[in-house]
């Protein structure tokens, strides 16, 4: 039942923004040289590896580890990259792979392939049996500011407590700390 319903909402999703979709992928190609996607490698349902697009907002040659690890990751950032990670636009071309099967809209934020801390984690406490989401529990309790044991605990409490209601419950309080741009730090 979940899969069917991400599949109609990411349809939905598609046709409802695919000119804002156009419109970014537009700014992001006018505004730095490169492509407009980028493509990470993430660890998806049972540990394996899958690649997620973005729409790109760091510039060619950043380091491919998680933001916080980076010296400064503003200067890594495109003219239009700190809008588009505090508006949550770069993380749209995701609906790609929740259309895929890769992801859902709800479930634990797919790790970076190299996160092996957060992995293991994860792993230790069932978490990876889970389809990774577009947003999750985690997400909509501090996203960008929780170390990695807090995050892994609250993916737990997803696995443990996970139903329609409460999916639909992270989607609403999802739309609203989007538009606050709550727990965005780059």
Known sequence: MKRLID???????????????LLVALAVRLTSPG???????????????FSMPKFRSMRIGTPAVAT??????????TPIGSFLRKS??????????????????VGPRPALFNQH??????????VHTL???????AQIHGRDELPIPAKVALDAYYLQHR??????????LTFFKVLRRDGVTH
Do not use: C
């Open 68 to 77: 916080h690890l980076l010296a400064n990751p503003d200067t890594y950032l």
């Open 131 to 137: 389809v990774p989401g577009l947003t999750g529990w």
């Open 7 to 21: 599949l109609f909402l990411a349809l939905l999703a598609l046709l409802v923004l695919a000119l804002p979709l």
């Open 88 to 105: 949550s636009l770069d993380e749209l071309p995701q609906l790609w792979s929740i259309l895929k099967g890769d992801m859902g809209f």
């Open 163 to 172: 139903s329609l209601a409460l999916d639909l419950r992270i989607l609403v």
């Open 35 to 49: 492509p407009v996607l980028y493509w990470s490698d993430r660890v998806g349902k049972n540990n394996s590896i």
């Open 117 to 126: 801390d957060l992995v293991a984690l994860r792993t230790a406490q069932g």
